[in-house]
T-cell receptor, first 115, second 111 residues
């Protein structure tokens, strides 16, 4: 059973550019979560999907952020017109509602640096 | 809404014990514990559910006091590999599994 994978692992971009990250969850996990983590802080919830449906989006998330999960498999997170404040580690996690306890397993993350 | 962890940091010698606490002001359905090493992703340790169900993957124990909305993680006979930052993630009712994380507890185990 392979774990959660994320690509790319690192991304350096100039302010104003668009970036897209990909997350491949553990196979058969129907829930997928995106979190953002800055240095010295715990992960902060951004959004989550159950199958292909996006069920919640953080109020802290600006309209520049969008996420998709077509066909309920992998997910993409896009940030448009990046700002320096977007620099962070973007983490993806997945879980299964078919298990009694919904343990979330994290991927290695994508570290974004906006210059 | 963010749970409060204590202590913020702790230094141990190998073989010593430690307790990390996580307290929430909201009613909780579950508490998840993770350990994160520098530059790596959080690694799942333990989940505690309302009603006392407990699961884990390592020889680390935890408790969940539903009335006080508090959870504690117990690390006994610490090893060098236990070093890292420990986070609790709390889940409220009908939240779809969304976790709200504490600010973390940095644990250093010295030889």
């Amino acid at each position: 059973d392979t774990g959660v994978s994320q690509n790319p692992r690192h991304k350096i971009t100039k302010r104003g550019q668009n970036v897209t990250f990909r997350c491949d969850p553990i196979s058969e996990h129907n829930r997928l979560y995106w979190y953002r983590q800055t240095l010295g802080q715990g992960p902060e919830f951004l959004t989550y999907f159950q199958n292909e449906a996006q069920l919640e989006k953080s109020r802290l998330l600006s309209d520049r952020f969008s996420a998709e999960r077509p066909k309920g498999s992998f997910s993409t997170l896009e940030i448009q017109r990046t700002e320096q404040g977007d620099s962070a580690m973007y983490l993806c996690a997945s879980s299964s509602t078919r298990e009694f306890a919904y343990e979330q397993y994290f991927g290695p993350g994508t570290r974004l640096t906006v210059t | 809404q963010q749970p409060v962890q204590s202590p913020q940091a702790v230094i141990l010698r190998e073989g010593e014990d430690a307790v990390i606490n996580c307290s929430s002001s909201k009613a909780l359905y579950s508490v998840h514990w993770y350990r994160q090493k520098h530059g790596e992703a959080p690694v799942f340790l333990m989940i505690l559910l309302k009603g006392g169900e407990q699961k884990g993957h390592e020889k680390i124990s935890a408790s969940f006091n539903e009335k006080k909305q508090q959870s504690s993680l117990y690390l006994t006979a610490s090893q060098l590999s236990y070093s890292g930052t420990y986070f609790c993630g709390t889940e409220g009712y009908n939240q779809g599994g969304k976790l709200i994380f504490g600010q973390g507890t940095e644990l250093s185990v010295k030889p």
